[in-house]
């Protein structure tokens, strides 16, 4: 079992910057994918990001040149440097992980979640 737990969430004005971090509880190992994703009130949830364990990422549409997803596997986090933030943008952000054979997709069906930080742009 793996535990995640994301910080860094907050308020920010349009055109601002935040970072996201998501800290496990134990190293994941090779074949681990870890995703960002983002549910909007009224909206259904959606990948933002992944990042596998050779570091490659993947970026939806309307995040890309603005999101960066890294990871730091010394102290098993990963973490969404998010800027020029805008007012779409705002959601809840979860964190969320899984094994895959296959690589890591935007659309894949995780199987740890975060309890989630809000992000807020106005």
């Known amino acids: 079992h793996v535990q995640l737990v994301e910080s860094g969430g907050g308020s920010v004005q349009a055109g601002g910057s935040l970072r996201l971090s998501c800290v496990a509880s134990r190293s994941l190992y090779s074949g681990a994918c870890v995703g960002w994703l983002r549910q909007a009130p009224g909206k259904e949830r959606e990948g933002v990001a992944a990042i596998d364990s050779d570091g490659i990422a993947n970026y939806a549409d309307p995040v890309k040149g603005r999101f960066t997803i890294s990871k730091d596997s010394a102290n098993n986090t990963v973490n969404l440097m998010m800027n020029n933030l805008k007012l779409e943008d705002t959601a809840m952000y979860y964190c969320?992980?899984?094994?895959?054979?296959?690589?890591?997709?935007?659309?894949?069906?995780?199987?740890?979640w975060g309890q989630g930080t809000q992000v807020t742009v106005s």
């Open positions: 969320a992980a899984t094994y895959s054979a296959y690589g890591c997709s935007l659309y894949m069906t995780y199987t740890y």
